[in-house]
């Protein structure tokens, strides 16, 4: 299966006084993903958005998709907050202790679609019963909770191999990347099979040297 490559700018890499602005750039930029970190201070050590502010930016931006990424130790008692609050897709992660198939069944069931996140030290297999459930699986390529970090190239091995064990079990999911991501290694996170590329500072100093680095 073949995806259509697209590229997601982070927020978190935007100006926090202008989110507003943020959504109009990438939209300039003829992008229709966000992405939304939100973090609870607990999962990750730091403090981010709320549903208010996808509410917010997705009532002036109504058209753009809103790919918000659940840094929580019980998503499961937000993702109903955050779907009525205009989320397109919400990906959570399988590491803390909660009903995660449960979840990811009632994001579908809220009518959006679904991801699961994979943590720099978390193996693929450990999410691999949850890859039938599932739109996406993230991949980060560094420790979640703030931006500005390096990319760690272990993550191209997995991508590589979710590539691969989405052919053996012939299902479709998109294969998104998160860290560090700048236009000198994207180029090698396309080649691995990701197909979602999520970056933030590097969009917000430069999107078209990263867009060029996509052949978008």
Do not use: C
Request: hydrophobic share 45%; no cysteine; proline share 6%.
């Amino acid at each position: 299966m073949v995806n259509k490559l697209e590229l997601a700018p982070s927020i978190l890499g935007g100006d926090h006084s202008m989110l507003a602005e943020s959504v109009a750039r990438i939209s300039r930029e003829g992008l229709s993903w966000v992405h939304v970190d939100v973090m609870d201070g607990h999962f990750v050590p730091n403090l981010s958005f709320g549903p208010g502010v996808v509410a917010a930016i997705s009532k002036k931006f109504p058209g753009m998709f809103y790919d918000v990424h659940l840094m929580l130790d019980n998503p499961n008692l937000y993702v109903k907050s955050f779907a009525d609050s205009g989320a397109s897709l919400i990906s959570i992660h399988g590491e803390p202790d909660y009903p995660v198939a449960e979840t990811l069944d009632e994001i579908h069931l809220l009518g959006k679609k679904s991801g699961v996140v994979i943590n720099p030290d978390t193996p693929v297999a450990d999410a691999a019963a949850y890859f039938p459930k599932v739109d996406l699986v993230l991949v980060m390529s560094v420790q979640p909770g703030f931006g500005g970090q390096s990319f760690n190239d272990s993550a191209l091995q997995k991508i590589a191999m979710l590539k691969k064990m989405r052919e053996e079990m012939k299902l479709g999911f998109r294969i998104e990347v998160d860290g560090g991501i700048t236009a000198q290694n994207v180029g090698a996170a396309v080649a691995a099979g990701a197909d979602t590329i999520v970056a933030g500072t590097a969009f917000f100093k430069n999107p078209s040297s990263l867009k060029a680095a996509m052949g978008i």
